[in-house]
T-cell receptor
Framework: GDSVTQMEGPVTLSEEAFLTINCTYTATGYPSLFWYVQYPGEGLQLLLKATKADDKGSNKGFEATYRKETTSFHLEKGSVQVSDSAVYFCALRSWDSSYKLIFGSGTRLLVRP | KAGVTQTPRYLIKTRGQQVTLSCSPISGHRSVSWYQQTPGQGLQFLFEYFSETQRNKGNFPGRFSGRQFSNSRSEMNVSTLELGDSALYLC?????????????FGPGTRLTVL
């Protein structure tokens, strides 16, 4: 079945550092890919998405490109802020997964001043 | 546009009791999905409702059930609570539920079973 694998956390960075959180997926067909962020005590917020190969999703300085050849959707940000500290989830939806979201295990990001 | 709302935000129950959680989707959205989030199992899909019909169901025991009303509001019920049911329960709404659509999440209901 479909699945998502994320890099283990926590990831600890200094403010203004470059961020990469790796995400790879297994799916038959052409899934839609998503990054969600969860701040402490809150639900999930959509960060960005891409629905077809080579699409680049972007929002609030974060970017991710749908790479079908490497089945990846890595999250990047050029300069992180303390306020970016949160847990980040990579997820996919596809016809094969009956449209439900399949999530990775989440990666905790801690940004130090 | 108001977001997804969930009530209550926090619940404390004891083993054997039952609980009902409520979710109001974004206005105009017809699909509501429920997820369970725990530290050990992560985010797991419970079920999805579209136009009052359960369209998909995850691998949870029959103690977990749900329904959707004609105004798209949804409830989920857990009977005979067990300690392992302690979790954050998240509701998400989608316009039509197609797999390119975004699921928008509510703040969740934190259930603690003692």
């Amino acid at each position: 079945g479909d699945s998502v694998t994320q890099m283990e956390g926590p990831v600890t960075l200094s403010e203004e550092a470059f961020l990469t959180i790796n995400c790879t997926y297994t799916a038959t067909g052409y899934p839609s890919l998503f990054w969600y962020v969860q701040y402490p005590g809150e639900g999930l917020q959509l960060l960005l998405k891409a629905t077809k190969a080579d699409d680049k999703g972007s929002n609030k300085g974060f970017e991710a490109t749908y790479r079908k050849e490497t089945t990846s959707f890595h999250l990047e940000k050029g300069s992180v802020q303390v306020s970016d500290s949160a847990v980040y989830f990579c997820a996919l939806r596809s016809w094969d997964s009956s449209y439900k979201l399949i999530f990775g295990s989440g990666t905790r990001l801690l940004v130090r001043p | 546009k108001a977001g997804v709302t969930q009530t209550p935000r926090y619940l404390i129950k004891t083993r054997g009791q039952q609980v009902t959680l409520s979710c109001s989707p974004i206005s105009g959205h017809r699909s509501v999905s429920w997820y369970q989030q725990t530290p050990g199992q992560g985010l797991q899909f419970l079920f999805e409702y579209f136009s009052e019909t359960q369209r998909n169901k995850g691998n949870f025991p029959g103690r977990f059930s749900g329904r959707q009303f004609s105004n798209s509001r949804s409830e989920m019920n857990v009977s005979t609570l067990e300690l392992g049911d302690s979790a954050l329960y998240l509701c998400a709404s989608t316009g039509t539920g197609g797999f390119t659509d975004t699921q928008y999440f509510g703040p969740g209901t934190r259930l603690t079973v003692l």
